[in-house]
T-cell receptor, first 114, second 114 residues
């Protein structure tokens, strides 16, 4: 199994809503990532979890709140988002938090904030 | 040919021809690089990687060349096929935080003409 599974595939939410994005991998990877990708732009790193601990937060606004309940799961909790937060949110995982290891990406959640 | 403008740079090639996609990276300390392919509506997919102690690496139909002197990376695709049509990103690893921090280049859209 070399898959990173993200749910939901599409999400439309209002600016006052609270929602969560979910990511799951069963490859035994110990590093998991959230990226944000706007249309026609490259993915931008948001958060990295290493061994279930937050190791990188790229100055992401607090309306995005990551959570890593266990080594296979990664959530991104969303609250009071803005329309400009509409984007493709990508989850990725890699074998360990060491150099020279590729990241495997999920298919993403297409988020629209209205 | 290749065009760069307000939109994603696009490279158009005839089916069966070889493609060369270029990428300039920013950090001379980066020591690991990956090429990803992203098809419409999907997450990035690993193609090939290279470490900074190498200048060339070959895979199946793909070759990555690294020129550290000018901080340039290229991806060569032999006998380009319609299924190769996608956006291609180079990603550099900044060599810090145990290799978790990948920075993606702007991307190039490859369009394969019949």
């Amino acid at each position: 199994d070399t898959e990173v599974t993200q749910t939901p595939k599409h999400l439309v939410m209002g600016m006052t809503n609270k929602k969560s994005l979910k990511c799951e991998q069963h490859m035994g990877h110990r590093a998991m990532y959230w990226y944000k990708q706007k249309a026609k732009k490259p993915p931008e790193l948001m958060f990295v979890y290493s061994y279930e601990k937050l190791s990188i937060n790229e100055s992401v606004p607090s309306r995005f709140s990551p959570e890593c309940p266990n080594s296979s799961l990664l959530n991104l909790h969303l609250h009071a988002l803005q329309p400009e937060d509409s984007a493709l949110y990508l989850c990725a995982s890699s074998q360990e938090a060491i150099p020279y290891t590729e990241a495997f990406f999920g298919q993403g959640t297409r988020l629209t904030v209205v | 040919g290749e065009s760069v403008g307000l939109h994603l740079p696009t490279l158009s090639v005839q089916e069966g021809d070889n493609s060369i996609i270029n990428c300039a990276y920013s950090n001379s300390a980066s020591d690991y690089f990956i090429w990803y392919k992203q098809e419409s509506g999907k997450g990035p997919q690993f193609i090939i990687d290279i470490r900074s102690n190498m200048d060339k690496r070959q895979g199946q139909r793909v070759t990555v060349l690294l020129n550290k002197t000018v901080k340039h990376l290229s991806l060569q695709i032999a006998a380009t096929q319609p299924g190769d049509s996608a956006v291609y990103f180079c990603a550099e690893n900044m060599g810090d935080n145990y290799g978790q921090n990948f920075v993606f280049g702007p991307g190039t859209r490859l369009s394969v003409l019949p």
